[in-house]
């Protein structure tokens, strides 16, 4: 975690202008996290990439209507040739049901109309948001991983993650 610019206009930066952290899963996987404003071109980018053995699938805010995905060949050793891009305005998608006719693009404001539209369903219905959507118990998870990347920031040191009950 680190700041590049700690005196600003209105006083002294008190915020994190970048932060990298790696993580390792429960069960071995290793990730890594990383957020920053100093990203020039960029305009909302908020990007997630999952690799497997089996194939990687990349979702970018900027391009919410796609995910780039690439599936490994059937065979040992196959691999298929590059990323595929997969729109997920077709009529069949979650939602989609809600809005104009398929392959029509929605927009980052039809997020909230959807978060919306899930959270009454769950209250409605009497069942729970999970796992579509968020829990009291994630944004605690969340927390936790957050303090925890700032501890090992602060120490210098690796930092074991233990969620109270």
């Not at 590059?82 to 979650?94: D, I, K, M, Q």
């Not at 029509?104 to 959270?119: A, P, R, S």
């Amino acid at each position: 975690m680190t700041t590049f610019v700690p005196q600003r206009s209105g006083g002294v930066v008190d915020v994190d202008d970048a932060f990298e952290a790696t993580v390792e899963f429960e069960n071995g996987a290793i990730g890594t996290y990383e957020a920053t404003r100093f990203a020039p071109g960029r305009k909302n980018q908020m990007r997630w990439e999952v690799n497997g053995s089996k194939g990687t699938i990349v979702f970018d805010q900027e391009r919410m209507n796609e995910l780039q995905v690439h599936i490994a060949g059937s065979r040992p050793g196959e691999h298929a040739q590059g990323f595929r891009t997969v729109l997920v305005s077709e009529g069949y998608h979650p939602y989609m049901k809600h809005w104009w006719p398929h392959g029509h693009m929605i927009g980052w404001e039809h997020t909230f109309v959807h978060e919306l539209l899930h959270m009454l369903e769950a209250v409605k219905g009497d069942h729970d948001v999970a796992p579509l959507g968020a829990t009291l118990e994630d944004g605690y998870r969340c927390a936790e991983v957050c303090d925890a990347i700032a501890r090992s920031a602060q120490s210098g040191q690796r930092q074991r993650i233990e969620y109270q009950p």
